[in-house]
């Protein structure tokens, strides 16, 4: 036994514990990312109308987009290797948040930097020529900070989420790679729901609304990414001393390895794939708790026990029981217990969505999100590393991505009046979109290693993540737009009418459904193996 336990990814515990650390570093990111997202209507309030809120979250996305930020981020990635590259990401991500909580604090009124930013960036001389400029003149300063730190947290953001799939490529290279990947992401999404519940909660704490509290939980959770981040960086030096393997520095980037990626077929239909997926899911969580407010009849409670603090802290507490609940249960062997974790997840997640109708918030409701991806994504990540059939899965994915937009823009519409009858469809179309989703990271992410060379995989998932970023920064801006054209002028931010915007969502399902049939033609032909299995016997 002790000698096929050379190393420490042969150990099951230890590459299973790298990928936590790489998880919940991921978990706060996916958590700040969204972490104004559901008191969008407290920003109004703080003096930013829905323009600049748009604005600002678009602005995520910017300097990676249209400086190329993550394309010099697969190249520092390449160059100096995983570990450098995962505490460089989460040393940016806290810079960044760090900045947009100076934003929204009160130490920011009345400085002289709020008065530069007032009259200065109001025009950026060719970006604003083209329609693409995170700022506009009338933009609240607050606004303009907060969206210069948003950028720098992109940028962080987007070079950990390369970084922590060239991680697990690492370590489970062979291995259980599909649900490696799977199982990091679906942790990761438990942090929406996480933000969902907790960020009005800390706004709201002490019984007035202070929006820099929310921002100043998400830094402290930044922190603590950045210290998992550290804490993987030893593990994986003791891994390359074990295993004798110079990191990735020492195989030089070269400028031609680009183009040996964008040569491949393959390559462009995940990437593709990948950028329809994000942009009718990551843009869509931004609007989805206004959206909800649009379309349910929803009663917030105004006392008891549904209306303390205290039901937020046991909502998280039984959303962790159905997480934990529903994954452990993919890896118990005895039936009988598995039958067990089962029945208590179903249990806990009925409990679950009772409470979040109770309190009748829209932000609790879409908080159930992640929760069916938690459960089936170890299924899926099994399935594909031992059974195989990615792009197929893919082609799954795309479908129930259509059904679900097309049910939020013209059944979910029709229920409203009825508070029961609209927040089951609610959550029903909820949990199968988070289960959609959790198709990319099971059936996606693992087939970028069996399209490029080991050395330049760092670059390829960069240049996936960059073309994604496209629509992460584009989709918002449509979905302003198409809100804008298709709803009367002064229209109440919560009887807005969302069927089109979502019927747009749809259309990029479409899409991703008609890649992916071509993907398993072009598979076939070539052969490039994203319907075999990644653990070969």
Known sequence: MNEKLKTLRDSAAMRWTALLLLALAMFCAYIFMDILSPIKDYMQDFGWDSKAFGTMQGAETFLNVFVFFLIFAGIILDKMGVRFTAVLSGAVMLVGGLI???????????????????????????????????????????????????????????????????????????????????????LARLGVATCMIFSPFFARLGGEVHVDNSVKFGVVLLCIALMMFVVYFFMDKKLDKQTGEAEEKDDPFKISDIGKILSSLGFWLVALLCVLYYSAIFPFQ??????????????????????????????????????????????????????????????????????????????????????LAVAITPILGNYVDRKGKAASMLVLGSILLIACHLTFAFILPLCKGSAIGGTIVAYVTILVLGASFS?????????????????????????IFWIQNIGLWLFPLLIGNVLTKTNDAGTAAHELNYTWALVMLAVLGVLALIIGFVLKIVDRKKHLGLEEPNIKD
């Open 286 to 371: 931004k609007y989805a708790v206004n959206m909800l407010q649009c379309n349910l009849t929803l009663t917030p409670a105004t006392e008891g026990f549904f209306a303390s603090n205290t039901v937020t802290i046991v909502q998280y507490v039984v959303m962790l029981l159905v997480a934990i609940c529903s994954f452990a249960s993919n890896f118990s062997k005895n039936k009988g217990l598995k039958i067990g974790l089962m029945a208590l997840a179903v249990v806990a997640l009925v409990a679950y969505c009772y409470m979040g109708f109770m309190r009748g918030t829209a932000e609790t409701i879409f908080a159930v999100f992640p929760l």
């Open 100 to 186: 947009k909580y100076f934003a929204v604090s009160p130490y920011f009124t009345g400085t002289g930097i709020e008065t530069w930013f007032t009259d200065h960036l109001n025009y950026i001389p060719g970006f604003d020529e083209l329609g693409v400029s995170p700022f506009y003149k009338g933009m609240p300063a607050s606004a303009k900070v907060a969206a210069i730190g948003f950028m720098i947290f992109g940028c962080g953001a987007e070079m950990a989420g390369i970084t922590v799939s060239r991680g697990i490529v690492k370590w489970f290279k062979g291995r259980e790679t599909a649900l490696a990947m799977g199982s990091e992401m679906a």
């Open 439 to 463: 198709l990319v990271p099971a059936a996606l992410w693992p087939s970028v290693p069996k399209l490029v060379d080991e050395k330049i995989i760092g670059s390829a998932y960069a240049l």
